[in-house]
C-alpha cells in the first residue's frame, strides 16, 4: 500500500494533522510508543488561553477556538473546554509587570483589574502580604486533553486511516520521488512525509536530509498537592504569579504547580530533577498559605521552540514532500485544531483556510524558510 501521508508522531500535533489530512488522502500514523500523547500531550497543564504566545500564536489560539466548542459531529460526546478563568499577580514592586497582561485585553476576550481584596477571597491560599495588584481574564478554560487526542484518533480511524504504535521510525529515504519508512518492524511507503515527532523532530529531519530547523525542547516541571481545606478548587481560577513565572492550576480536586522553568533538555522521556521540585515546594510554603504535606505526583515535559516561538508548518524548501509540523512550543494543545487545517490546506495546495487569511496569516508565516 503507499499512503499518500505517513505522520509521524501520535501526540495531538501528529493526530489533529492526520485528522485533517485523512478527509481527502490515505493516511499512516506512525508512533514510537504504545501510547499516543505519552510526550509532551500527555504532560500539559490543559489550558485554552487564547492571550497566551507570540502575536501569531495568540492569533491561531483563537482561530481553534471554534473547533474546540462546535467539533464536528460524532467527534465527542463531552465539552472540551470548560470554564476556568486565570487570575495573575504581582507582587510588591512588581506591578508594573502586570501592564502587559492588561495590554491584551480585547471586547471579547477581556481582562480586568481586580480589588486585591476580591483577588484574595476568590482564591484564599494567597498570602495577602505577597499580593500588590491582581487582574482577571475570564475567558481562560481547561481543555479536555485525553478527550481531545482521542476523538482525533477515532476520527482518524474513521476516515480510513491506520495507526500504528510501538514503532519508532528508524530510517527514510526517497526512492524515484516515494518515501520509504523504516521502523523497527515494518517498511512503509508514502508519497508524503508530515514530521510531528514534537522534540525529535530535527531529528526525524535529519533521517529525511533535511537541515535542522534550531529546535530547542525545554523542560518544565510540574507536582500534584492537595489543596487547603478551605479552596473550593471547582471554582478557583488558574493563578499566575508574575514575579516568579509559577503558577497553580486546579486539577482533579487537587492543585498542579509549576514553576513555569524551561530549560534546555536533549529529547528524551524527560523525569523532574529532584532539586527543581525541592525548590518548587519551598516557593509555594513562602509565597502561599497552602501547607505541604506530601506531593502527590510530580512529573516534566517538554515544550519545544525554534527561535521565534511561533509554529513551524511547511514543506521543506530543500528536501522534496517533507512537511515540518513542530516547534507548538507551550500553545500545542490550544493551536492544535487550526494548524492541523492550515496543515491540510498546505498539503493539498490550497490557500490557507478563510479564517486564516482575515487574520492576515500567511504560509510564509508558518513555512520553514523564515527560519533562514
Ligand atoms: C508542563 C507543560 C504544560 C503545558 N501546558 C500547555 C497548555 O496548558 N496548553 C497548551 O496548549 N499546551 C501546553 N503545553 C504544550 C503542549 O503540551 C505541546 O505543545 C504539545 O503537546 C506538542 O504536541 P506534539 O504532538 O508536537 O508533541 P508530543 O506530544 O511530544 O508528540 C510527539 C510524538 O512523536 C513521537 N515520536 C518521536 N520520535 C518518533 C519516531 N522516531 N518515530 C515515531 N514517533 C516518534 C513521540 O513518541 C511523541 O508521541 C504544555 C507542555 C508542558 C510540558
Known amino acids: 500500500m503507499i499512503y499518500d501521508f505517513i505522520v509521524i508522531g501520535a501526540g495531538m500535533a501528529g493526530a489533529s494533522a492526520a485528522f485533517e489530512l485523512a478527509k481527502d488522502g490515505n493516511v499512516l500514523v506512525i508512533e514510537a510508543e504504545s501510547q499516543p500523547g505519552y510526550h509532551s500531550t500527555g504532560r500539559s497543564a490543559a489550558l485554552f488561553t487564547r492571550n497566551y504566545g507570540t502575536e501569531l500564536v495568540r492569533n491561531i489560539n483563537a482561530l481553534s477556538e471554534h473547533f474546540f466548542r462546535s467539533p464536528p459531529e460524532d467527534f465527542t ?145 510540574a507536582i500534584i498537592i492537595d489543596a487547603p481545606s478551605d479552596c473550593d478548587t471547582d471554582s478557583l481560577p488558574c493563578v499566575d504569579f508574575v514575579s516568579s513565572e509559577a503558577y497553580i492550576k486546579p486539577e482533579a480536586g487537587k492543585l498542579m504547580v509549576s514553576p513555569g522553568d524551561a530549560t534546555p533538555t536533549p529529547p528524551q522521556d524527560v523525569q523532574p530533577d529532584e532539586m527543581d521540585v525541592a525548590v518548587l515546594a519551598d516557593w509555594i510554603e513562602r509565597e502561599t498559605r497552602i501547607p505541604i504535606r506530601r506531593i502527590s505526583h510530580s512529573w516534566a515535559g517538554l515544550r519545544s521552540f525554534v527561535s521565534d516561538e511561533n509554529p513551524v508548518v511547511g514543506y521543506d524548501p530543500v528536501v522534496p514532500n517533507f512537511v515540518w509540523h513542530v516547534g507548538q512550543g507551550g500553545f500545542g494543545i490550544m493551536m492544535a485544531p487550526a494548524l492541523a487545517r492550515a496543515i491540510a490546506a498546505i498539503c493539498f495546495e490550497r490557500q490557507l483556510p478563510a479564517d486564516f487569511v482575515a487574520s492576515g496569516i500567511v504560509a510564509a508565516d508558518l513555512g520553514v524558510s523564515r527560519l533562514n
Do not use: C, H
Open 77 to 221: 460526546d463531552i465539552p472540551l473546554l470548560s470554564p476556568r478563568g486565570a487570575l495573575t499577580i504581582s507582587g510588591p514592586g512588581e506591578e508594573a509587570k502586570l501592564d502587559a497582561v492588561l495590554d491584551l485585553s480585547t471586547n471579547q476576550n477581556p481582562i480586568i483589574e481586580m480589588a486585591v481584596e476580591d483577588a484574595i477571597s476568590m482564591v484564599p491560599f494567597l498570602r495577602p502580604d505577597r499580593v500588590s495588584r491582581a487582574i482577571y481574564e475570564v475567558g481562560v478554560t481547561d481543555i479536555q486533553v485525553a478527550a481531545l487526542l482521542q476523538s482525533y484518533l477515532k476520527g482518524t480511524k474513521k476516515r480510513g486511516a491506520d495507526i500504528v504504535t510501538n514503532e519508532p521510525v528508524s530510517a527514510l529515504s526517497q526512492v524515484d520521488g516515494m518515501w520509504i519508512v523504516n521502523t523497527r518492524k515494518n517498511t512503509y511507503q508514502a508519497k508524503t512525509i508530515i514530521n510531528a515527532a514534537g522534540a525529535w523532530a530535527d531529528e526525524i529531519g535529519a533521517l529525511a536530509g533535511a537541515t535542522r530547523i534550531g529546535l530547542v525542547a525545554k523542560r518544565r516541571t
